[in-house]
């Protein structure tokens, strides 16, 4: 059982203002494969008119932190783009602001960001200069809808100096995270990374707590100890592999958030937090949406997901002859696209996507401004961007020559790139 905590005297709405929150997105996302080769997953189109960043961001504008910096470091361009363009909304004469961080190499090692800690640690000068109370670490690379709001009062409440946000998971699956061991009242006890055995909830002996790379720290704790572990020999300067372990030895008060107690709007049984950071992961995520009840709720007025959205035309479907019929069932298709008689089924297109004449499409994923061609067939295909599926071509219905031209995943979705359909055989 949790415990419960006397309410201590406080204005949220003052701490709120008091919070600097970082979205660490400076990572590549390698797992993504060719989807991350020329833009960091971050940036990664999600949704249908969404970029994986805009999750965290509106989270945070939704949750009523409007100071927010973005540091970034792997092929950065498309991400400051977007968060430029699409988020210069907040209004900077009441110190509210998006800023982006590029790497700058600010430390006498003169080295990219080594770890989680390592990044917020390079920028510290930053951080200090707008003198918070509180810093919010976050992950620019998952997708969840969360009030943080809700994180910060029970941070407050509790006397914590750290309290990491945690998701609980079962037994089995704890052994790809970051695991945390809590008492009964949820202060953490241990944290883990991928153990074989992990600590499991003590009010779910099936379930464990697995860290959602989501951090609150009182601010004079995370300078100094930022600090101390920079010139630690041997450290990966990472916040779940050093900072936090450190921490819990030290019997520093830190506490476990359960997601459950602050997610939003999710249609589901189970709060929806995804990493989406396998090919597998995002196609299925992806196609999720296109359910009747899709776990992640994105129709919600009350917590909308913000994004840069450019002026495009309603989608549009053409032709209702007896031999092509331009039609979508099951799917998602979003502004600009053109379905000219084609058939689409329980797949997501992204904007300015054109299917044409003949063509079929099913359980796919099609990134912005892809054209499939006249009599092509794709099945649980993955489409990047600006591709051009030539006429009559087949995918996903032939695994050995799938895999030879494309790249297969184990869960049979095909990933298919422009330079990819370039080196097919004329």
């Not at 506490?255 to 107690?261: C, E, T, V």
């Not at 299925?284 to 002026?311: G, K």
């Not at 035309?313 to 000219?340: E, M, N, Q, T, Y």
């Amino acid at each position: 059982m949790q415990a419960n905590f006397a309410r201590k005297p406080y204005d949220l709405n003052a701490a709120l203002r008091e919070t600097i929150a970082l979205i660490l997105a400076g990572g590549r996302g390698s797992r993504l494969m060719n989807l991350t080769d020329s833009e960091a997953k971050p940036a990664v189109p999600f949704g249908g008119k969404f970029r994986i960043i805009d999750f965290p961001l509106s989270n945070c504008v939704n949750s009523g932190i409007r100071r927010i910096a973005v540091p970034t470091q792997y092929r950065a361009h498309t991400l400051i783009q977007h968060i430029q363009r699409g988020w210069n909304f907040l209004a900077p004469e009441l110190g509210e602001y998006v800023e982006v961080w590029p790497a700058q190499q600010q430390t006498r090692e003169e080295s990219w960001y080594r770890g989680t800690a390592d990044a917020v640690y390079q920028n510290l000068d930053l951080v200090r200069a707008r003198n918070p109370r509180y810093v919010l670490i976050l992950a620019g690379d998952h997708v969840y809808k969360q009030d943080y709001s809700i994180i910060l009062a029970q941070h407050i409440e509790r006397g914590a100096t750290v309290t990491v946000s945690c998701v609980d998971v079962p037994l089995d699956d704890a052994r790809a995270f970051g695991v945390v061991g809590v008492d009964t009242t949820d202060r953490i006890t241990d944290f883990v990374e991928k153990p074989n055995e992990p600590p499991s909830v003590p009010d779910q002996p099936d379930r464990a707590f697995a860290s959602m790379g989501i951090y609150l720290f009182d601010a004079d704790l995370l300078y100094h100890h930022l600090e101390r572990d920079a010139h630690l020999a041997g450290s990966s300067r990472d916040f779940g592999k050093d900072l936090i372990p450190y921490l819990v030895a030290d019997g520093a008060p830190i506490y476990a958030h359960r997601f459950r107690d602050s997610c939003v709007t999710c249609t589901g049984q189970k709060p929806y937090w995804r990493d989406v950071g396998t090919v597998d992961a995002f196609w299925e995520a992806n196609i999720d949406l296109t359910s009747v009840w899709p776990e992640l709720d994105l129709y919600d007025p009350r917590w909308p997901i913000l994004s840069l959205q450019e002026q495009r035309p309603s989608a549009k479907f053409v032709f209702d002859d007896d031999d092509r019929r331009g039609l979508a069932l099951d799917s998602v298709v979003s502004a600009g696209c053109i379905v000219s008689g084609g058939t689409v089924r329980r797949s997501l297109l992204f904007n300015n996507v054109r299917v044409n004449s003949y063509t079929l499409v099913e359980d796919s994923v099609v990134l912005p401004n892809a054209e499939i061609g006249r009599r092509a067939r794709l099945r649980k295909v993955l489409l990047d961007r600006d591709c051009r599926i030539p006429e009559g071509l087949v995918i996903g219905e032939n695994p050995d020559w799938d895999a030879e031209h494309f790249l297969r995943t184990p869960k049979g979705v095909v990933l298919v790139t422009q330079p990819m359909l370039d080196a097919l055989p004329g």
